[in-house]
Each structure stands twice: as C-alpha cells, then as structure tokens.
C-alpha cells in the first residue's frame, strides 16, 4: 500500500512498525520470563507434576471434538437444505436463526440454572457442549450457505438427473465442494469451544470434568499464588493453541476473516 | 422421478424459476437437526428467562412468587445498572476508535514491502486465538503495582505515572480496554488485510502519478474502499461489548466498587454468586433487548446510507 522511495523510508518504515507492535510483544515477554524467575525450569516441572493435570487436556479436547463434530453436521446439512432444496417460507426460518446471532451466553446462564437443578446438568459435558455447539450454529449456517448459494445449482441438478438421491448428492457433491468452508467452520468452533470460560466456570466444578481455561485459577488455588508458577502454567495452557494457530496459520485466519463475508 | 419431472418442465416453461424449485427434493429434514438445536435451545431459554425474570427465584426447584414487573423496575431504577451500561458504552467507543484505526494501520503496513511480514502478522494476530482465561493472570502482572508497565515508567523518568493501575477505581477500567484492545487488533487486521486485497492496484498507481502521498492515499482511497469492513467490525463490537464477561471477570472482578463492571459481569454475580435468578433473568433479558434493538439498527442505517 505504502512506497518507499530510498533506504532512508524504508527504514523507517520497519521502525514504525516495530514500535507499535512492542505493546503486542510486552505480555509474551511478561509471560515467557516471569515462568524462568525463581526456580528456573523447576517451575515447569511443579506444573507438569500438577495431579489430573492431563484431565483438563483430555476435557477440553473432548468438548472441543464433540462440538466440532456436531456443528460440522448440522451446518453442512442446513446449508444443504437452504441454499439447494425446496423449503417453504425458507426465508422465514433461516431468518428465526439469524435472529440468535446476537445472543450473549448470559442470557442462557438462569433457564440453565434452573434446569440444571431439576435435570441435573452439573459436571456433564453436555451443559457445555449444547449451549456452545447451539451459540455457534446460526453463525456457521450463515457463512455455510452464502458459501453454498456461490455453487452453481446446475451441478446439483446434473447429479440427480445421473440417478443421484439427495443423500447421495449430499455425501458426493456438497461435501467436497464445501470444504474450504469446512475448515473455516472448524477452525472457529474449535478456538471457540476451546476458549470457552463461563460455561465451564459455572457448571464443571469438579476437577475431574474441567477444562484447560480454568487451569489459572486452579494453579492460583495450588501454589498460593506463587506467580512464577502460575507464568508457566499460563505458557504451558497457551502453548497448544500458539503451535496450532503457528502451524495451520492461513486456516485459522481464513476462519476468522470468513466473518467479513456477510 | 426423471420421467414424471420432465413433462412438468415443458408445462411450465413460462416461469422457469418457479419450476426448478419445484423440482428440487424437499429440503425440510435437512434443516431440521440445526434448527432444533439452535433456534430451540436459544428461543426455549429465552422463553424461560422472560418467565424467570417476573418471578422471585432464588434457586433450587421451585418458582418463588410472581412479581410482576419488579424485577424490571429494579433494574432500570438501580445505579449499577446504568453504571454497566455506561462503561459498556465508554467500552465500545473507545475500544473500537483504537481497533479500527489500528487495524488498518497494521493492514496498510503490512501490504507495504516488508521484511518478515509474517513474523508481524502472527505476533498481532497470536492474542486472538489464545484464550483470555488463559491470558488474563498475564495481564494481571503486567499492570501489577510492581509489574513492567510500573518498571518503564519508572525508569523513563515518567514515576509519577506509575500507579496501582488495577486496584483503583480511576484506572480499572481502562485496563480492561487496554487488554480488550490488545486482543482484538488481530482480528479488525486480518479483515482490514484481506479487503485491502481487493482494492484495484492501478486506482494507487493512478492517484500515485497524480502526486498523491502516502497518507493521502490512506484517507481518501483506502480508508473509504474498506467501508464495509469497518461497519461490520462496529456492529461485531456491538455485541462485544454487550456481552463482555471474560475479561473484566477476570481481570478484576468487575471492581473495585463496580468501576469496571459491565452487563456480563452484573448477570453473573447476580446469577451465581446472589442466586438472584429471576433479578438476573430481568437483566437478561434487557441485554438481549439492547443487543438485538442496536444491531437491527446499525445494520439498517449502513444499509441507507
């Protein structure tokens, strides 16, 4: 966007930015050296030797997969259904779905409360998974089918007329066409499923069921808030996401940036 | 199938539209399963809010009294109410002001010749993806009385500045933006530099040889080109903002003296700690009213112009 004529703009170009993205660096730093201060490396191993430490890994993973996969189903087959079948007042119900695009999850807090007293919701997965997986639909559908509108109707129709069934059209059209979609869908989910803090917060509250965002607070609780450990408890929490998003960098932004669609 | 739908193409090549939808298998199932689990888990508590909000309830299996309307008049009468309100309306602008102008800052630079762009691209944009539960004890020291924002300060001359920034009521709440801001400039980036994208190379080229600057190319070809990225972000930190829970929660509670509490946080102690359910619910539902009455009218006012 910018020229740069000569060495001298060019330079300060690089300066200009590397001051404005010295705020970005200060926490990483704060966290990187704050976990070596003290006991050094020993700080790592106190963590690591935390008890059920891998339950939290295993819960989140878990949470995250099981929603992954339910998302991934319905979307896939809503947008289907919207963009390539015939639906009466189609545009009424996709409609009634955006309108649960604004809704914060506190708004779900006392109906769960409540239910979880009745049902008996606490320390289950699900009191998890359902409001998250039922948070992220709306948003997925909508990005799904405008996806889905931009595949040409003909080849659907080409597949029927081949003898296709809709199931069949489903499975070997739609799928492998979406799936520069798929893996925008996912990638959101999963930092979303991931990340997820007042859910788990309000209805895991036993150590076995809980999950990596609420390891902070559990460290605090174990080491009497002993901050160096409570650095590299925050560097080791991190440290997975940091490898995926570093790995698999142009999906997580194309996710992201999928947003901008609408 | 194919021998009964080809007789009905001919019949009714008048309005062809009409009969490749007819055509197509009904789609009704297929919608099903998104439906039920979104519009029905989401309209149900909805619902059961709106029923909880005009009872007293105070946990456990049963409804206490119905109350009518106190919940609300409670509500829009209480101080920390509009307190919530207020801060989440500071929040937003500023908040947004920050993002954008740096967003597309960032953007701008990076479409520019620089080396090592996608070490910058993933420095800015690695605070979106890491959780901010996860982030915020990080946080928490920075801005720590003896924390490294204290220490620069300190060592610049500036010691005067240097301040308990999370435990006074003057302070909490920028922090909470500051921190807010910190994660979300990746995000208004990433959308910045892909709509940047699309701006025809030769339009720059041409404003170039008409003797245009750097930043006046910024503010009068850029800036406006990616309009329809920046309304977006606006209405997305719409709802940011009034759904805000994680941060303020964990970064201070919310306090001290509810100087950094918002709408999220209010709910939740209202919720959990009180077990005020049906005063809770109240709220609820009137962050929904808010949340739903600005979008709707955001979007329509973008759409007008």
Redesign the interface.
Known sequence: ????RGRLA?VA??V??II??I?????????IS?SFQGEGLGNYLAVLNVPKLAYFFRNSALIAAVTIA?VY???M??A???S?????RREV?FW??M????????????????MA??VGLYNTFWAVI??I???Q??FT?LLTRTYVDGIP?DLF?AA??DGAG?IRT?RNVLIPLSKPMAVAVVVLVL?NA??S??LPL?FLTDPNYQV?????QY??GQYNDD?TK??A??LL??LP??I???SL?KY??RG??A??L? | M?AIDAPAVQRDRRKPKRS????????????L???V??????????G??AV?SVHE?R???ELGDAVGLDNYRTALTNPLFWGALRHTLIFFVAVSAVQIT?GI???????????CA?V????????????????????R??FATQ???NWLLEHSGLDFLAQPWLAQTSTSLWVVIGVQV?SS?G?AF??FF???GQIDPSI?EAA?IDGAS?LR??RSL?VPSVR??TI?LLI?NV?TS??L??YPY?LTRGGPVYSSDF??TY??RE??ALTN??Y??AL??L??VA??GT?VAMSLRARER
């Open positions: 966007m910018f020229e740069t060019r170009l690089h200009i930015l404005l993205v705020p970005f660096v200060v926490p990483l730093y704060t966290m704050g339910i189903a319905v979307t087959m809503a289907f259904g919207f390539k079948l015939r639906i009466r119900f009634m779905m309108a649960a695009l604004t809704l914060p999850e506190v708004v779900l807090l006392s109906p769960l409360f409540k007293a009745s359902i409001p997986a039922a948070l639909v709306p559908v109707d129709e029927r007329i809709t489903f930092i991931w990340n803090y007042l309000v990596v965002t609420l390891l902070p460290f605090q901050q409570v650095m408890g925050a929490t991190a996401e940091i995926a998003y570093v960098q997580f932004e992201m940036a947003g901008a609408k | 194919t490749r939808m007819a055509l197509k298998p009904a789609g009704i199932a297929w919608i399963p998104a439906f689990l979104s519009v029905g888990v989401i309209y149900f508590c909805i059961y809010s909880l309830y946990g456990g299996l740096m800052v960032f953007a701008a630079l990076l479409h520019s010749r620089v080396r996608v910058f691209k993933v420095i800015i944009f690695l605070p979106v993806v890491i959780a901010p539960a996860i982030m915020s004890p990080v946080h020291r920075v924390g490294p924002i910190w400039i995000f990433i959308l892909a709509s940047m720059i170039r750097n190319i910024l850029v329809g990225t977006a997305l709802i009034l759904k829970f994680d964990l709408l999220g709910i939740h919720a959990v359910l049906g809770a619910s609820a539902i962050l929904l949340a739903i979008a």
